[in-house]
């Protein structure tokens, strides 16, 4: 593949519980899978509201995501990305306010298209994957909840709000019912509750603001049961779950029935009068497994979460990862030139050459990422579609 572009390693990628490793260098070349013979090209049947569900994928946090989504839908036929999704480093709070370097490249993405959402997993806390015992996350909980932090927060939407994506869906504290994050409501949930509502209050009290709030837990019990973490409908727009193809041998019917599992999850969003969505899903410890893969897309179709990202790097992935074909094979298949408005996509008219700009090779199609991907790249990309 005719990409090559080397860079920096970016901040380390979401980590599931437990994580997961990242990607290969060679993830940018996708898994062999064979085009299906008649593409199918579903109708998004509206949410209540007036949305249609949007379909995404996390590819990597930094600028290479953004690279990579126009590459990940030619993979897909063209089918129509409308959720950019990427997580905020929890490494210091500078990380966490939104530093200059991280966030212009997807408000460009997200500014491109009107009907696009830009999704942005953000830390409750500092050295949030550096495994903080209970007694310390119970401490700075509490500090959270009184105000100590609330500065973080309001310059996170200032920035967001100035760089024009101020309707960012703000995935925050996500997975608290676990162990892996600092951020983990389990050592105080009553002070974790204070805490969000803290955050929640301060970023909306930013003028020219329209966030959205996703409460996103993990599916199942975990540590602690999700439901008394809820922090109340007030500070809540959408009710998510993070739902990978775990725990070995359990299949998609039990995720479904299973205490806090998947169909909890939709009766509570019910209840509670929110509008639902899978911000991470994915394979994970059953292997390449394309029944879990068919059945996740089945009730995806079936419940219509407001959004859904998949994780795509080993083990979770089916285009940056290789080990999963058959699972690729299947999502490939259904969401194969997809778009909102369930129409074939439409072939790109090829654009004239600038004056004293040599062409592209016959074989290498240039790429138009936006100006803040080129420019962190250094240059316009020219991709190679051979393994098509």
Avoid at 171 to 199: A, F, Q
């Amino acid at each position: 593949m005719g990409v090559g572009v080397a860079r920096a390693a970016d901040p380390r990628a979401p980590a599931p519980t437990p994580p997961a490793p990242v990607a290969s260098p060679s993830a940018l070349t996708p898994p062999v899978v064979p085009v299906p013979s008649t593409p199918a090209a579903p109708a998004a049947t509206p949410v209540p509201g007036g949305e249609a569900p949007a379909y995404g994928v996390f590819l990597k946090s930094d600028a290479r995501g953004v690279a990579r989504m126009p590459l990940f839908s030619h993979w897909l036929g063209g089918a129509e990305l409308r959720a950019g999704h990427t997580y905020l480093p929890g490494h210091r709070w500078r990380d966490i306010e939104g530093s200059a370097d991280f966030l212009p490249v997807w408000a460009d993405w997200r500014n491109r298209k009107p009907n696009r959402m830009l999704v942005l997993n953000v830390p409750m806390q500092e050295r949030n994957e550096e495994g903080v015992p209970d007694s310390e996350v119970r401490r700075l909980l509490r500090q959270g909840a009184a105000g100590e932090f609330d500065h973080h927060f309001r310059v996170l939407a200032e920035r967001l709000v100035a760089l024009k994506v101020p309707d960012t869906i703000v995935v925050l504290g996500w997975e608290m019912n676990g162990t892996t994050y600092t951020h983990r409501c389990g050592p105080d949930p009553e002070s974790w509750k204070k805490y969000w509502n803290r955050i929640v209050t301060t970023m909306r009290s930013v003028p020219g603001q329209k966030f959205r709030f996703d409460f996103t837990p993990s599916r199942g019990h975990d540590a602690i049961p999700w439901t008394k973490c809820y922090p109340g409908d007030d500070t809540v727009d959408i009710i998510g779950m993070d739902s990978y193809d775990q725990p070995a041998g359990m299949s998609f019917d039990q995720q479904v029935r299973e205490p806090y599992g998947l169909q909890a999850h939709l009766d509570f969003a019910k209840a509670h009068g929110k509008p639902i969505s899978y911000p991470e899903w994915g394979l994970f410890r059953n292997g390449d497994n394309p029944e879990y893969m068919r059945r996740m897309l089945d009730w995806i179709e079936e419940h219509k979460p407001l959004y859904n990202t998949l994780t795509d790097y080993c083990p979770h992935g089916v285009w940056q990862c290789r080990t999963n074909p058959k699972s690729a094979h299947v999502y490939r298949s259904t969401l194969f030139g997809r778009t909102d408005e369930a129409t074939p996509p439409l072939t790109p008219t090829p654009q004239p050459t600038a004056p004293g700009t040599p062409p592209p090779p016959a074989d290498c199609t240039p790429l138009d990422l936006g100006g803040w991907v080129e420019e962190w790249l250094g240059g316009r990309l020219c991709l190679r579609f051979e393994w098509w």
